[in-house]
């Protein structure tokens, strides 16, 4: 068990609507990370978060959000829905150093099926 | 550009065998971190084994080694003694640090099917 806690694991919804994903990061762990994880795309960094603040933006849509709130636990919100964001979405967190040895700890993910 | 690349999509190995998977990655960064993960059946991504770039000698952990070659830009993941609970994803990983980013990036995975 990583620590990292995210909620629901599976989620099937239509196209054009709109999902909110949850993550508890890990006791202690101001830097928070979202992936996305599709057979086509591989692994690919989404947002991070460093205690409430954006800290840095990857290959995130527009129609994708996210935030972390005072408590640290973030939510990715993902809207319009289309058939191609079906995927796994995972939460990662981490201390928050500036040491390039600090790992990530990944949550079980949530699959996102979109009809 | 910064990347990890994994050309293996799939390796085989005997149980209780040794095998390795290649990585290798592209930075023109002087410090930076190389990671491996295994992602089982289950579809949670555990961490392994870590290498700093200033690292004198090749990071080990357990039965994980990573066979870190600075000059060739590869660190290659060795698992010894295989058993079939090895059977997973293995992705290798690079932490990039810059004045607007702070991520992993990852290679796109090697399949590893242990064997009896």
């Known amino acids: 068990d990583s620590g990292v806690t995210q909620t629901p694991k599976h989620l099937i919804t239509a196209t054009g609507q709109r999902v909110t994903l949850r993550c508890s990061p890990r006791?202690?762990?101001?830097?928070v990370y979202w992936y996305q994880q599709s057979l086509d795309q591989g692994l690919q960094f989404l947002i991070q978060?460093?205690?409430?603040?954006?800290?840095a933006k990857g290959n995130i849509l527009e129609r994708f959000s996210a935030q972390q709130f005072p408590d640290l636990h973030s939510e990715l919100n993902l809207s319009s829905l289309e058939l191609g964001d079906s995927a796994l979405y995972f939460c990662?967190?981490?201390?928050?150093?500036?040491?390039?040895?600090?790992?990530?700890?990944f949550g079980s993910g949530t699959q996102l099926s979109v009809l | 550009a910064q990347k990890i690349t994994q050309t293996q999509p799939g390796m085989f190995v005997q149980e209780k065998e040794a095998v390795t998977l290649d990585c290798t990655y592209d930075t023109s960064d002087p410090s930076y971190g190389l990671f491996w993960y295994k992602q089982p059946s289950s579809g949670e991504m555990i961490f392994l084994i870590y290498?700093?770039?200033?690292?004198?000698q090749n990071a080990t952990e357990g039965r994980y080694s990573l066979n870190f070659q600075k000059a060739r830009k590869s660190a290659n993941l060795v698992i010894s003694a295989s058993q079939l609970g090895d059977s997973a994803m293995y992705f290798c990983?690079?932490?990039?640090?810059?004045?607007?980013?702070?991520?992993?990036?990852f290679g796109t995975g090697t399949r590893l099917q242990v064997f009896p």
């Open positions: 290498q700093g770039s200033y690292d004198q």
């Open positions: 990662a967190s981490s201390v928050g150093t500036e040491a390039t040895n600090e790992k990530l700890f």
């Open positions: 978060y460093y205690n409430g603040e954006e800290r």
């Open positions: 990983a690079m932490r990039v640090r810059s004045y607007n980013t702070d991520k992993l990036i």
């Open positions: 006791s202690g762990d101001l830097s």
